[in-house]
């Protein structure tokens, strides 16, 4: 059985978030959230919070162990960009581009 969770229009770089989301693919809730933890990275705090809300989903929806889950996928999906403009000299302006990110978690019975 896979049980997920996704957090959405998160302010941040999906390339940073990817860097987060593929260092615990593939490894017990447990391990994923002590490594989760522990990373400098502030998209670490955003992706423990979605690896939570898998779990909780999976022991309350469908009665799985968090004991026996493992992370099976975990996906940083580019979310919608916020556009500002900057200005600069002489009339000019730049573009700013404040990207969002998506977040899909994917947990899976160790046993399946």
Not at 16 to 40: C, H
């Amino acid at each position: 059985m896979r049980v997920s969770a996704t957090a959405k229009y998160l302010r941040g770089s999906t390339r940073k978030v990817r860097l987060v989301t593929q260092a615990i693919k593939g490894r017990p809730v447990e391990d994923a959230a002590a490594l989760l933890r522990f990373m400098p990275q502030r998209a670490a705090r955003d992706v423990a919070a979605v690896l939570k809300s898998a779990t909780a989903n999976a022991e309350n929806n469908h009665n799985l162990s968090a004991e026996d889950l493992v992370v099976v996928e975990a996906h940083a999906n580019e979310g919608p960009t916020i556009k500002r403009w900057r200005p600069r000299a002489q009339g000019r302006a730049f573009p700013i581009h404040k990207p969002m990110t998506q977040i899909t978690i994917v947990v899976a019975d160790r046993e399946a």
